[in-house]
């Protein structure tokens, strides 16, 4: 059991407590630059984002609460069962949040192709960023969703 | 051992049979409905569905050649080393599958959405059906790869 615990980005190191505290930064960022910009009630994708976003911001941030108090007083969380609902949230969350991403990424693509101006470079510019911090989210949730799932067997 | 041949849906089963011959159907359905308008080559999002399409269609097909002369001969792959390629090469396929299915269907909404016709109804109702056939390969790979990896541990 003392080799499991050194698992690092598993649930209750502080691996994984950056990683959470970089999943709530990245997603407040995307969804800050999102809602920014007035005009995205009018496409679908940002609309999809926005909400994505609302889902990812408290799920990272209650985790990030979590692993702090077990770093703190050093008993990480190893219930098969509370783990296995951390890793299916974190792996459907992550899904959400690449589709979310990929939305977005290419209906900017379309919108700075578009022969109409149809948004203003200012607006373009932070629906980019906006995207490019979505795929940080993702990743950083794929990757506490496999490192707690290559736990998930040895319990 | 017996048992881990049981599992339904890992490699050399006839669930896993049709598990594949659906990816490849429903990849090829997505690459020639979308191939059939001409003007695909005009969106990122769009050459990036064929693109990946031409990765999925080989990958399933060789994987279901690989599937029917397993069940045939009744002697399915259990080297963990051949399984864990198999598993990492659906789930990174899976992922790329799903971008290309999100970033199509967003683009197609959005076209449809537009107030100038940029896309004739004949044309966009093709890249409906070609990113409804790209998620379902989606999903059917997704469940090969997890069916899989549900089999890896116990090798």
């Known amino acids: 059991m003392a080799t499991d615990n050194q698992v690092p980005g598993s649930v209750g190191t502080s691996a994984s407590l950056s990683l959470r505290l970089g999943q709530t930064i990245f997603s407040s960022?995307?969804?800050l630059f999102m809602s920014l910009?007035?005009?995205?009630?009018?496409?679908t994708s940002f609309c999809y984002l926005v909400t994505i976003m609302g889902l990812v911001?408290?799920?990272s941030f209650t985790m990030a609460i979590v692993?702090?108090?077990s770093v703190l007083v050093?008993?990480?969380i190893r219930q098969p069962g509370v783990l296995l609902i951390i890793v299916v949230g974190d792996w459907v969350l992550s899904i959400l949040t690449l589709a979310a991403a990929c939305s977005t990424a290419?209906?900017?693509d379309l919108l700075l192709r578009a022969e109409n101006p149809y948004c203003p470079p200012k607006f373009c510019s932070r629906y980019q960023i906006s995207a490019?911090?979505?795929?940080?989210?993702?990743f950083l949730s794929m990757a506490s969703s496999l490192f707690n799932l290559w736990l998930?067997?040895?319990l």
Request: include cysteine.
């Open 37 to 43: 910009g007035v005009e995205f009630y009018s496409y």
């Open 152 to 154: 998930l067997p040895s």
């Open 132 to 138: 490019a911090m979505a795929f940080l989210t993702w």
């Open 67 to 69: 692993d702090g108090y």
């Open 74 to 76: 050093k008993c990480p």
């Open 57 to 59: 911001i408290p799920w």
């Open 106 to 108: 290419s209906v900017v």
């Open 29 to 31: 960022a995307s969804l």
